[in-house]
């Protein structure tokens, strides 16, 4: 199973950036999937979630700093999610990571799985 991120780069703060994660392998059945970040010096922290379709059969969860802001979405057929962040501050750079909790075999064997993470910085 491998995770990949793409979408990061340099923004001015009042800015927009859209990540986009997509995850392959031998992929059975995913719970939910969710983006965190990390700072230098600082912990990884949540900073948005979604299960199911995020409407409906699902729930779209957000961290208080960047709710309003940040909108998480899910591409269930395509097993990609995306996050769309708008309104960017400085406090909002740091490395994005994609997360997926996911059953690869098919036996509810759900575990976690990670992406490498990509680059956000907002930066005049």
């Known amino acids: 199973v491998q995770l990949v991120e793409s979408g990061g780069g340099l923004v001015q703060p009042g800015g927009s950036l859209r990540l986009s994660c997509v995850a392959s392998g031998s992929i059975a059945s995913i719970y939910a999937m969710s983006w965190y970040r990390q700072a230098p010096g600082k912990q990884r922290e949540l900073v948005a979630a979604?299960?199911?379709?995020?409407?409906?059969?699902?729930?779209?969860w957000y961290g208080d700093t960047v709710k309003g802001r940040f909108t998480i979405s899910r591409d269930m057929d395509k097993n990609m999610v995306y996050l769309q962040m708008n309104n960017l501050k400085p406090e909002d750079t740091a490395v994005y990571y994609c997360n997926a909790d996911l059953d690869p075999t098919g036996y509810s064997d759900y575990d976690e799985y990670w992406g490498q993470g990509t680059q956000v910085t907002v930066s005049s």
């Open positions: 979604i299960t199911g379709d995020g409407h409906g059969d699902g729930h779209a």
